[in-house]
């Protein structure tokens, strides 16, 4: 299918060219949003090359270029829609990609996964710079051990509040959910986990597997019927798409009003506990504090400042920010996995940038950029720590 109209709507001007951070790191003006949107207006995109795939492929779905976007283009729509047309395996190391979306979608198998990794771990049988041993060292153990339906010991508040981890906090770094739950309680809340929920999808719909991000919201709205409360989140990536799922249903009345009071009742994590007043949080020592913003709340004016406003409430902490602003740290969902070295360049820049104010410690609500840091300050020696900032609040308060 072409779309000559984008080619039409499109104004040109590049303002989506300088905030792009592909094109900062590989200046092809194929890889701008306004050279895709103009390869999208041509007769070839209707049977897209091989190349073609490529270059759809080298974008992290930031939205820089639509908040830069005088026409208001729906350019990551756009993208993800084109890459819907491709062939399972597309761009490059598709395998891999492939592999962990897959994997993702079936929570067994990612969990059997993950105690698998960390007895590699803990052998000791990697090399010592090892990628796969950078990744490794991510992992937590035990893991899973939130899914099961629980309360915590908080006292019970009438508001039926809902805790959707999101893969990481669930299996991969489980002390994220426990800091979460434990924040929960200490202001009063009780949290259920109800154990059907899955992967969010984003990594599906990034893919352009539409259908599949669909069966995957299903899943989710389905786990959380039972209640009608909020659902909070801990993950800023996972809010943000897990509000989004009314889009997958508009052909489809009956499913389109659950999917809306779903995506009505998600509750981003540095907006809920912003309005807990019982948190009264104290670092043990004098610290320095950068938050990285994730691009998928940094475009929103409330996306930057709840974050900003919970971390200041933190006495003897001191948030500092990086000369040049927020930058995309290069993770974009499994772009990394596809691009590896782009997304190590594009790293490199945002920690430079991060690292100019003396932080002390990095802290960030979005699981892909968390592991991206992670892993970032371990292959390059970064002088700092990282964290998700329900862990350091937590550890403000013990």
């Not at 509040?161 to 309680?185: H, M, N, V």
């Not at 993770?331 to 990394?336: I, K």
Request: positive net charge.
């Amino acid at each position: 299918m072409v779309d000559r109209a984008i080619g039409l709507t499109c104004a040109k001007c590049g303002a989506c060219t300088v905030v792009c951070p592909v094109f900062r790191v590989d200046p092809r003006e194929s890889l701008t949003a306004r050279g895709k949107m103009h390869l999208l207006s041509l007769p070839f995109a209707g049977a897209p090359s091989r190349h073609f795939q490529d270059i759809f492929s080298q974008c992290l779905l930031c939205g820089a270029c639509e908040q830069a976007c005088s026409r208001n283009l729906p350019i990551t729509t756009l993208i993800t829609r084109a890459r819907g047309r491709f062939p399972q395996f597309y761009g490059a190391h598709p395998l891999q990609k492939t592999v962990v979306r897959k994997v993702l979608a079936r929570p067994g198998l990612l969990e059997k996964l993950v105690r698998a990794g960390i007895s590699l771990q803990r052998i000791n049988a990697l090399p010592a710079h090892s990628g796969l041993r950078l990744k490794l060292g991510l992992l937590e153990a035990p893991v899973a051990e939130v899914v099961e339906k629980e309360a915590c010991h908080g006292g019970k508040t009438g508001n039926d509040l809902s805790y959707f981890p999101g893969c990481l906090a669930r299996y991969l770094q489980p002390s994220i959910a426990r800091a979460t739950i434990r924040l929960a309680g200490i202001a009063g809340h009780s949290l259920d986990v109800p154990v059907a929920q899955g992967c969010c999808g984003l990594a599906a719909q990034a893919a352009g597997r539409e259908d599949e991000a669909r069966e995957l919201a299903w899943k989710n709205i389905l786990a959380f019927a039972e209640s009608s409360g909020p659902i909070l989140t801990s993950c800023a990536s996972c809010s943000s798409h897990l509000a989004t799922y009314p889009q997958f249903f508009e052909e489809d009345p009956k499913r389109l009003e659950k999917a809306r009071e779903f995506a009505g009742r998600v509750v981003e994590f540095a907006t809920f506990f912003l309005e807990q007043p019982e948190l009264q949080p104290k670092s043990r020592q004098a610290r320095k504090v950068f938050y990285h913003d994730p691009c998928h709340l940094r475009h929103r004016d409330w996306g930057r400042d709840n974050p900003r406003q919970l971390i200041d409430r933190i006495a003897n902490v001191e948030r500092v920010e990086p000369p040049a602003g927020p930058k995309c740290c290069g993770q974009g969902g499994l772009f990394h996995l596809g691009y590896p070295e782009t997304s190590s360049t594009i790293f490199r820049q945002c920690a430079d940038n991060g690292l100019g104010c003396g932080p002390d410690l990095v802290v960030t609500t979005c699981s892909g950029c968390l592991m991206q840091w992670q892993q970032g300050r371990k292959e390059h020696d970064l002088p700092v720590e990282v964290f998700h900032l329900a862990v350091l609040l937590v550890d403000c308060l013990s």
